[in-house]
């Protein structure tokens, strides 16, 4: 298993190109199944998780063909043409690497009648339930049935009826299997305290594109009109907030200078704040976001919150950034619980952390000191890449097959702009 090794302490530069969504491909890639005709993504990351999905595709008959990305990733484009489905069970396997699987159910249903998804069950970041996916279903007239780990859902003849969804609160991925039903469902459908997370917006586009019915895009209350079919389209994938946001943490805590090409501060407004109120100066240009940091960064307290608020997914970065900073902070994460598996290992590494219960109090130190490390998640697993920027010494991030699931080419990126890193292969 791969591993990385980053010697901290020097202050990065340049300009890092910000990747495809991995957010966003991941609610994409399922759309091609409501249509026969071929959808074709641009600007598709080079991610594990893109890697898992495409597989999950073929498995239910889609075919699949990737181009480009000879300029290590860049460019890359997937056309998948799921001309008919030829299964409609996402089996155990998929759904346990990789929970997104599930975004399949909403999409199988509407197009082939049917769907038999494993259950994804816990995870390292609580326990996820997909209890509001299936009441969506439900609502547009599907009926659910549990059994032996698998969810199977059916339409009833004449396939899923339009209907009210009313969330009793802000699910991204149950926003996103209701709006890949609803767009093939007979009638209009209301889906309420839908998601507004600009992935969310960018599926609406892409449905849009190939022909779907929406209304009140980008807010709380969306409104589809169902169609009988959806057609083919080519459509590009919007940029990663959360990757900007990551190396937007990496300037401000190496005390570096870096733009980060093609990010949109629309999609980050609650981030830029915070950076900007730790002392980092921000600046958008019309190539994307410039942050540097210049000194030592000041404390802030924040709590997580769905879009427009701060984002669980930038919890951990800022964690990390926050340990170094002049003064205590305060973080407080309402979305998911157990998620402060990265403490302890930060800790590890002279951070000063106390959790208790959704909050964690941040005291700064003066410096971190590089250790041997391991995270159990995604953004975690990010939280530490950044310490170790910052620490005195080498820092030893292992088990990095949960960052290749979400960041493209971190070691590339990264030492491009200065930072000493290295994949260690093992193997
Ligand atoms: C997505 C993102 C993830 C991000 C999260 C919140 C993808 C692939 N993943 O995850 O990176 O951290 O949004 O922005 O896009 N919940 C239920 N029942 C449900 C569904 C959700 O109780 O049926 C709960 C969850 O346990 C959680 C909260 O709702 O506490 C929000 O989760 P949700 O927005 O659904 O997150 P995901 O779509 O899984």
């Known amino acids: ?27 994409l890639l399922p759309c091609a199944l409501l249509t ?34 000879h300029n290590g990733g860049f460019g890359r484009k997937m056309t998948i043409k799921a001309e008919r489905i030829a299964s409609t069970v996402a089996p155990y ?41 299936l009441k969506a279903l439900e609502a547009l007239g599907a009926e659910i049935e549990l059994a032996a780990g698998y969810v199977k859902a059916h339409a009833p003849d004449g396939g899923l009826r339009g209907g009210t969804i009313a969330f009793p609160f802000v699910s991204v991925g149950a926003t996103e299997n209701a709006l890949m039903a609803a767009v093939l469902a007979r009638g209009e459908t209301v889906i309420e305290n839908a998601a507004k997370e600009p992935e969310i917006v960018d599926l609406c586009n892409c449905l849009v594109a190939m022909g779907a019915e929406i209304e009140n895009i980008g807010r709380a209350t969306l409104v589809v009109h ?4 959806l057609g083919g389209t080519t459509y590009r994938v919007m940029p990663d907030r959360i990757e900007a946001g990551s190396y937007a943490c990496a300037a401000a805590i190496t005390g570096g200078d870096l733009m980060l090409a093609g990010a949109r501060g629309d999609d980050m407004r609650a981030v830029l704040a915070e950076l900007r109120d730790a002392g980092a100066e921000v600046e958008e240009t019309g190539e994307g976001i410039r942050v540097a940091a210049d000194g030592a960064l000041k404390p802030v ?22 340990a170094l900073a002049k003064g205590t902070s305060l973080l407080t994460e309402t979305i998911f619980e157990n998620r402060y598996m990265h403490v ?17 109090v941040v005291k700064g130190v003066d410096e971190l000191v590089g250790a041997q490390v391991m995270a159990t998640d995604l953004r975690a697993s990010m939280s530490l890449i950044l310490a170790g ?26 030492g491009a702009v200065g930072a000493d890193i290295e994949r260690v292969s093992e193997g």
């Open 1 to 27: 298993m791969d591993s990385i090794k980053v010697r901290g302490g020097n202050r990065l530069s340049g300009t890092i190109e910000i990747s495809g969504a991995k957010n966003a491909v991941l609610t």
């Open 36 to 69: 026969d005709e071929p959808v074709c993504f641009e600007n598709l990351p080079r991610l594990a998780d893109v890697d898992s999905f495409m597989h999950l595709l073929n498995q239910h008959g889609a075919s699949t063909m990737l181009e480009g990305g």
């Open 93 to 133: 396997d998929f759904v346990r690497k990789m929970r997104a699987s599930v975004l399949v159910l909403g999409p199988l249903v509407a197009r082939a009648g049917e769907a038999t998804v494993s259950m994804p069950g816990g995870c390292a970041i609580g326990n996820r339930p997909v209890d509001l996916h």
């Open 226 to 229: 169902g169609k009988e079919r």
């Open 301 to 322: 307290n924040i709590s997580t919150a769905p879009f427009p608020g701060f984002p669980t997914d930038m919890q951990a970065q800022f964690m990390s950034m926050l």
């Open 344 to 360: 302890p290992e930060l800790g590890r590494m002279g951070a000063d952390i106390e959790v208790s219960g959704r909050s964690a």
């Open 389 to 414: 920027l910052a620490a005195k010494g080498e820092t030893h991030v292992l088990r990095v097959y949960h960052l290749d699931r979400g960041y493209e080419r971190l070691e590339d990126k990264l």
